[in-house]
C-alpha cells in the first residue's frame, strides 16, 4: 500500500481517549498470537502535520502507523506481540505541534509506539516538535519510533529529528535517531538483538527545564531500559546491540536549572546495566 497524500490534523481541543495518526493507518491493535499480521512493503509519501491541544491526553504519531502492536500490555503479562513491520518506507516529513499542560506523546518516522518486530525500516523524512507552553508528561521522538518493545534488524533513518525551544517541567523526555526509548516485555528469559542499523539524520534539541527532569539523547537510542516501561517494579529481558552506526550530528542546547540531568550520547543517551554492546 502506498500514500500520497498529505495528513494534516489542527484542533483547538482533543478531549477523550488517544489520539492515533499513521500515513498508513492510525493504529493496529494487539496480536499476541504466532503467524500474526502486520505491515509489509507499505510506503507514505506524504506529509503528517498535526496541530493541537490534546488537553492533557496520551498522542502516537508515525509516518506508517501511530501506534502498532501491545499498546499498555497489563504487567507481569509476559505475553509477546507478534505484529511486524517489515519493508516498508516513509519519505514525508512529519511535525506535531502541541499547546497542553500535560500531554504524553510517542513521535517516530515508522511508527510512534511498535511492540512487534522491525525488519528493514527506512524513514527519510524529518520529525519535529514545539510546544506553545512549558508541559509535563512523558515525550519519546525518533527517527524510526519513539517508544519500541522487540527486535529490530536493518532499519535506517536519514531524516533530521528536531526538538524546537521546548520548555519541560517534569517526567521522562528521550530523544534517539533511531528510537527514543527502547524497553523489552515484563520477562527477564526473553533476550532481544538490534542489528544492523545506522542514522545519519542530525538529531537537535533545543529545550529549558527548571526541574531535575530525566532526559536522554543519542545518535541511535536516546535510553535503553532494564525495566518495564509500562510498571517500573518488572524487569524486563536484555538487550544485545551490535553493529549499528550512527553518523548525524547530535546538537543539545539546555537552558535553566544547574542540577537538571542531561544523558548525551553519539549512539545511547542512557543504557542501564545488563544491556550489551557489540562493534
Known amino acids: ?3 500520497n497524500g498529505k495528513i494534516n ?3 483547538n481541543s482533543y478531549n477523550s481517549g488517544w ?3 499513521g500515513g498508513i493507518a492510525g493504529i493496529y491493535w494487539q496480536h499476541v498470537s504466532a503467524g500474526a499480521g502486520g505491515f509489509f512493503n507499505c510506503i507514505n509519501n506524504g506529509d503528517v ?5 490534546t488537553n492533557g491526553k496520551v498522542s502516537a504519531i508515525g509516518g506508517i502507523v501511530g501506534a502498532a502492536g501491545k499498546v499498555y500490555p497489563n504487567p507481569g503479562s509476559n505475553k509477546i506481540c507478534y505484529l511486524t513491520i517489515e519493508n516498508c518506507i516513509n519519505n514525508g516529513d512529519i511535525s506535531y505541534r502541541c499547546d497542553t499542560k500535560n500531554d504524553q506523546f510517542y513521535l517516530g518516522g515508522i511508527a510512534g509506539y511498535q511492540s512487534g518486530k522491525s525488519q528493514s525500516l527506512t524513514n527519510n523524512g524529518a520529525i519535529t516538535f514545539s510546544a506553545a507552553s512549558a508541559s ?3 515525550k519519546f521522538i525518533g527517527g524510526i519510533a519513539g517508544l519500541f518493545t522487540n527486535e529490530v534488524d536493518d ?4 531524516g533530521n529529528v528536531t526538538v524546537e525551544n521546548y520548555e519541560f517541567t517534569n517526567n521522562l523526555f528521550y530523544v534517539g535517531g533511531l528510537f527514543a526509548c527502547w524497553s523489552g516485555y515484563d520477562d527477564t528469559t526473553r533476550s532481544y538483538v538490534v542489528s ?3 542514522n545519519s539524520g542530525a538529531v537537535s534539541v533545543m529545550y529549558t527545564t527548571e526541574k531535575n527532569t530525566y532526559t536522554a539523547f543519542g545518535g541511535l537510542v536516546g535510553y535503553i531500559a532494564n525495566k518495564s ?3 517500573s517494579s518488572h524487569y524486563c529481558g536484555k538487550l544485545t546491540f551490535t553493529d549499528c552506526k550512527n553518523s548525524g550530528e547530535i546538537y543539545v542546547d539546555r537552558q535553566g536549572a544547574a542540577q537538571a540531568r542531561a544523558q548525551v550520547g553519539g549512539v545511547l543517551g542512557y543504557i542501564e546495566k545488563g544491556n550489551t554492546l557489540v562493534r
Open 1 to 3: 500500500c502506498i500514500n
Open 9 to 11: 490534523i489542527a484542533a
Open 19 to 21: 489520539l492515533y495518526i
Open 49 to 53: 502535520q498535526v496541530d493541537i491541544n
Open 136 to 138: 509535563t508528561g512523558n
Open 155 to 158: 532499519c535506517h533513518n536519514t
Open 196 to 198: 544492523n542499523s545506522t
Open 229 to 231: 516501561t509500562i510498571n
